[in-house]
């Protein structure tokens, strides 16, 4: 996915603006201290802040492809690791991080498969993935029911397992949150 510009960035940042869709991806995730997080998709930096505020700033990373949103994110949560790429990109090492989540991010992926097989991969073993997005009833920005049994059916296929979906009101919309572990032995 080629990321926003910088007009364009401020924009979505401005009329996209929803902490509690954050908290309710954030709470999904269960985090604690001493986990080491990644968001991928961070926008302008709202989930990664409440993240940070768990975990501290020197163990929450993020990643997004516009690198407007990655200067606002460094701006909101200095200390945090906060670099420009793709879910299909993440630019750290193999089981790096405990937790990694995405909030109205993965329906942006060019490639879908392989964010999901390059996010497992830096997913440390034991480690949780927590993939939020808008339930919709057709494909547009968020996922429909048939897009999650997609999802869910290849997260188990690159073996991860306790594979569950957690449907969360936000506002007057529902947030669908797909939810697995990467096992501590393949």
């Given amino acids: 996915m080629t990321g926003f510009g910088a007009v364009g960035a401020r924009l979505y940042a401005w009329f996209n603006r929803h902490p509690e869709a954050n908290r309710a991806v954030v709470d999904v ?15 302008p930096g709202v989930g990664l802040e409440l993240a940070a505020r768990v975990v501290g700033a020197e163990r929450a ?18 200390g945090a690791d906060v670099r420009v ?9 193999h089981a790096t991080f405990t937790a990694i989540y995405t909030l109205a991010s993965m329906h942006h992926w060019s490639d879908r498969d392989a964010g999901l097989a390059r996010l ?15 339930l919709l009833d057709k494909p547009g920005h968020g996922i429909t029911p048939v897009q999650i049994d997609e999802v869910t059916a290849r997260l188990a296929a690159l073996g991860q397992t306790g594979v569950r979906t957690v449907e969360r009101r936000v506002g007057r919309r529902t947030l669908a949150v797909i939810v697995s572990e990467r ?4």
């Fill in 29 to 43: 995730a269960a985090l604690r201290p001493g986990d080491h997080v990644l968001e991928v998709g961070c926008g």
């Fill in 61 to 78: 990373a993020a990643v997004d492809p516009s690198e407007t949103f990655v200067a606002m994110a460094r701006k909101r949560v200095p």
């Fill in 85 to 93: 790429a793709g879910a299909e990109d993440v630019p750290f090492d």
């Fill in 120 to 134: 497992i991969a830096v997913l440390a073993p034991g480690g949780r993935l927590v993939l939020g997005e808008r």
């Fill in 183 to 186: 096992p501590f032995q393949a």
